[in-house]
């Protein structure tokens, strides 16, 4: 298994695809069947006490798991997100940034599955817990 | 059962503690046990294509359940999203606002659960449902 | 929409595709997009105290769901499992028969979703919500 | 942190408490936050075909996640499941073992977090992920 795209072309692939949340998100490293996304938290991820809301984390793991895919196939902006489960074990550190560790467990024809950690930056304990299932659309 | 809380009052604890998404909700209807929540779809919202995005859906879930539960026990800014479960099962119609009906199924002294079908406005097939624990605070 | 299978037709499929559990579970109504599905309990079924074991519970949800898909597209013995989340809300009441009643979201080309209730026959307070995603074998 | 219970008291322990099902379950390792456990296969765990059925890898999940609580807590056997999530990505290998990696990722006051994956014995890829919450009864 190798790469399809580099660190990059995922950033450009984010900056055009989805203007609205590119720059929130950096890809950290990315390896076969793995990636790792920084979420760089601002006013608009916040709920009041300074904790980064749960939306957020979702959209994080969402992201994290479909760019791990992409990083694989290619960029098919038709993958979409069929199903998830998160659990949400801790309070996220107030105004830090979250890491996601990301790895698929299977990348298929139809389906690709994922799960992800995500960090509060700089503590070890997971903040929350997601897994992922995308569908991958037919080859053209 | 009864109610502990209005449509009203929901709307104003939503004002006062999420002042940043107060204003893409509104309670349509409530019961025991039991909450319709729409969400009126701006551009924040969407994705190329017009259509929702995930953590929109997800974020609708939430509050809806969250409003469930209050509804019955109280304004409790304390309660916490423990876990959730969604489908993605259908691209939500675009720039239409979206209703989630939601259900509690349980309202225990530690736990309440609850699930949620979301619709694009009109449509009766749902887009997307959830399943959402929150851990609720002891009483003090 | 209408049902590709009589109630006897699901049962005749339980009893040659799934011998070893065919016994244990009684379609008590079907319906296009929706089933209700009896687990008659047995020794088998139970935990200490009596009460029926969690692994029970998932295998009544998964079969469940399965024979609602089937009703709707006919005796498909290759679709799978992909997915499922569960909450387990209450303790089952002792050696009582357990009511799962289900109800079919999406039935596409290639994913069903479905979801359940599971009661304690005579008991409207449900024990367990399930939501289960099958994958469904292409035409051939 | 340290463990409470060695693998010979976890063994004790399920055939103790849960006689029915305590010969198929062989815990291969335990340490702090983690357990292998290994499923004996056996003819009432298997499908037509020879593969292991879903609601047997469910119970494999949930018993590795219980015993890895149980060893950092100690024989709390009032410790119940309160919600899981699991894909299932390959089929089994036929008539093969089960290996099921668990890790926790919370143990709280009220609640533990674990997740799992379970391998056919010898083949690195997983078959199935699972994630499952317990409620954690108060001392007493």
Do not use: W
Not at 69 to 98: H, N, Q, Y
Request: charge should be negative; aromatic fraction near 6%; hydrophobic fraction near 45%.
């Amino acid at each position: 298994m190798q790469l399809a795209m580099t660190i990059d072309e995922l950033h450009d692939f984010l900056a055009r695809d989805f203007p609205q949340v590119a720059g929130s998100f950096e890809v950290v490293s990315v390896a076969p069947m793995q990636i790792t996304v920084k979420l760089k938290v601002n006013d608009g991820h916040l709920r009041p006490g300074g904790t980064v809301s749960g939306p957020t984390m979702f959209g994080l793991a969402d992201v994290s798991v479909y760019l791990a895919v992409l990083a694989m196939i290619g960029p098919k902006e038709l993958s979409v997100t069929t199903s998830c489960a998160m659990d949400f074990m801790r309070k996220p550190a107030a105004e830090t940034d979250l890491i996601c560790e990301c790895r698929l467990l299977k990348l298929g024809k139809v389906l690709a599955v994922g799960d992800a950690l995500i960090f509060s930056e700089g503590d070890p304990k997971p903040v929350a817990r997601a897994n992922m299932t995308y569908s991958i659309p037919p080859k053209s």
